[in-house]
């Protein structure tokens, strides 16, 4: 193993790593906690990146049903990945790239690779110790890129599962190689049952154990509950589980995920973690920044409400709003910059594909329709989209939300009949909607996994458009993830039926935009890729800023 790129020099110190691992159960927010301790470690002047690895043999997050596994968030470079990956750009206001994801498909892809190439110079590749060790590469690597003083580490999964083991193996060998550098944080669940009434480390005691028995063992344990964490229980957790009392955090269900930081800050979170890397500080903590937008997120008095039509939202008798993280997230920095409660309501467009339910859409401020895939839900969506700007209700449109949208347009203004998008019925006489020339050619190899247009690219705005005037800009950078797009050979038909096309690629073949004039409408914006995956809490985005705004004014 290469000492090299870690080894503190006199002018530069070591990296430090914070692998960050779950115990107990799923879904207590190990991201949220992985993002909210970079978070408050940026806070202390430190360069700092986050990474995700997730279990699965899927290469990327891409070909995943998002009913199954949440968004898909898109880097800025186009890898699909976990929607954990926003949470870290939202908590760090930074981009984060595509080194800084990983899956045992990925890992195992690359392994395969170079035993392939002949890199491992004919000896036996095994799964120990060359999948750990390609893990560690990246790691390395990922700090390397970002120039990091800390790299966060969050291990999908749940210490126990067979499936994060090799993870466990790579920790293992990392705090082997460098025991200073390398910190182990578990996050665990401290369960209240209502017939005891009392919180309970038992089950935060035998997770400890088994992470033991993988040979890791934790600094710090962030102990998630319903409720804080006493200081008995505290030192309950201290003892039986070999960690100092200070180590032991207290991290209480809260109104909101952005306080989480600043509760962390409540037990010295950053110090202690300081403290166990032997790390300096740059400067004590400063969340200026951060409490000012936790402060205005709850200023509101006024409410706007807008209603999101989704077709991932059904999942047996659960709601699931993870499909549209990204979307409601950015939905509320915008509100919360215009001083306003945001009021979401998750609609089912299967539900809307009855028209006489369209009449409940009059309850919202603002109507808008995501991203999204295939034939489900289309026809409530088309109605939606229909209703909204016949009522004048504001529309944001999102990738399928804006395809949709064009397409609406052009059955109903222009009256074409049997007009569809090459996605649902390839055989309809008006495809308004085409798939990309380059995408034909992959969909016919069946190349589908990363095969979309994906990552950031630029677009040239019509000044004096809506979207320009947004933006404040003529140019702008925004991420992609598609196949379709404005078939080229509808869009003068379009313009001469009074769509307006404010935003292209800049050689101009690619609508980016579409709109309505505000003359006409107060707001019906389409916009062909995902603004929601750059919006950040403390840099909402001026799009849905200018829908948010456009959906009160027209209340
Ligand atoms: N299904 C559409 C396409 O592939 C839209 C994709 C999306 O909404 N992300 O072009």
Not at 26 to 32: C, E
Not at 222 to 250: G, L, W, Y
């Amino acid at each position: 193993m290469k000492k090299t790129a870690t080894k503190a020099t006199a002018k530069q110190p070591a990296t430090k790593y914070i692998f960050v691992v779950g115990g107990v159960m799923s879904g207590v927010g190990k991201g949220i906690t992985s993002s909210s301790i970079a978070c408050v470690l940026q806070a202390r002047g430190l360069k700092v990146t986050a990474m995700k690895i997730d279990p699965y043999i899927n290469v990327d997050a891409g070909t995943m049903n998002p009913t199954e596994h949440g968004e898909v968030f898109v880097l800025k470079d186009g890898l699909e990945t976990d929607q954990d990956m926003g949470n870290y750009e939202r908590f760090l206001n930074a981009d984060m790239p595509s080194i800084n994801y990983m899956t045992t498909g990925s890992v195992y892809q690359s392994v395969i690779e170079k035993e392939r190439n002949l890199e491992y110079g004919g000896r036996n590749v095994e799964v120990v110790p060359d999948i750990p060790l390609e893990v560690i590469r990246r790691i390395k690597q990922a700090a390397h890129v970002a120039a990091a003083d800390v790299v966060l580490i969050e291990v999908g999964g749940t210490v126990g599962e067979y499936q994060n083991v090799l993870f466990l193996e790579a920790i293992r060998m990392m705090k082997t190689e460098q025991p200073e550098n390398v910190a182990v944080v578990m996050v665990s669940y401290l369960p209240v049952p209502t017939a005891i009434g009392e919180m309970k480390t038992k089950p935060t005691q035998t997770a400890v154990r088994m992470l033991n028995s993988a040979g890791v063992f934790a600094d710090m344990i962030i102990c998630r509950s319903s409720v804080p964490v006493d200081q008995k229980r505290k030192e309950k957790v201290a003892t039986f589980c070999n960690v100092r009392v200070e180590n032991v955090i207290s991290s209480p269900d809260l109104q909101s995920i952005y306080d989480i930081p600043l509760n962390y800050e409540e037990d010295n979170l950053s110090s202690q973690l300081l403290t166990i890397l032997c790390l300096k500080s740059k400067k004590p903590t400063d969340l200026k920044a951060w409490k000012q937008f936790v402060k205005q997120s709850k200023n509101g008095v006024d409410t706007v409400k807008i209603a999101v039509v989704g077709k991932y939202f059904n999942s047996g008798d659960f709601v699931l709003s993870d499909v549209y993280i990204s979307v409601l997230e950015a939905i509320k920095f915008s509100a919360y910059k215009l001083n306003l409660k945001p009021e979401i309501t998750y609609l089912s467009s299967q539900d809307l594909a009855d028209r006489k339910q369209l009449k409940k859409l009059n309850a919202f401020d603002g109507i808008l329709v995501p991203g999204g895939f295939g034939t489900t839900g289309i026809e409530g969506k088309l109605n939606v989209i229909e209703y909204a700007r016949k009522q004048e209700i504001p529309y944001f449109g999102i990738c399928y939300g804006m395809q949709l949208m064009v397409l609406e347009f052009a059955k109903h203004v222009l009256r074409l009949k049997n007009a569809s998008t090459e996605e649902i019925d390839p055989t309809a006489s008006h495809l308004v909607i085409g798939i990309m020339p380059e995408q034909r050619e992959k969909i016919a190899k069946r190349e589908m996994g990363g095969s979309m247009r994906l990552g950031q690219y630029p677009a040239k705005l019509k000044s004096g458009s809506v979207a320009a005037k947004a933006y404040k800009a003529t140019e702008v950078l925004e991420r992609h993830r598609h196949r379709y797009e404005v078939n080229p050979d509808y869009i003068e038909r379009l313009k001469a039926a009074g769509l307006r096309f404010s935003g292209a690629s800049p050689d101009g073949t690619l609508m980016e935009i579409a709109e309505l004039p505000v003359e006409e409408h107060p707001f019906f914006v389409g916009v062909q890729f995902h603004p929601e995956l750059q919006a950040r809490p403390l840099a909402p985005h001026p799009l849905f800023t200018a829908f948010i705004k456009a959906a009160y004014e027209s209340k």
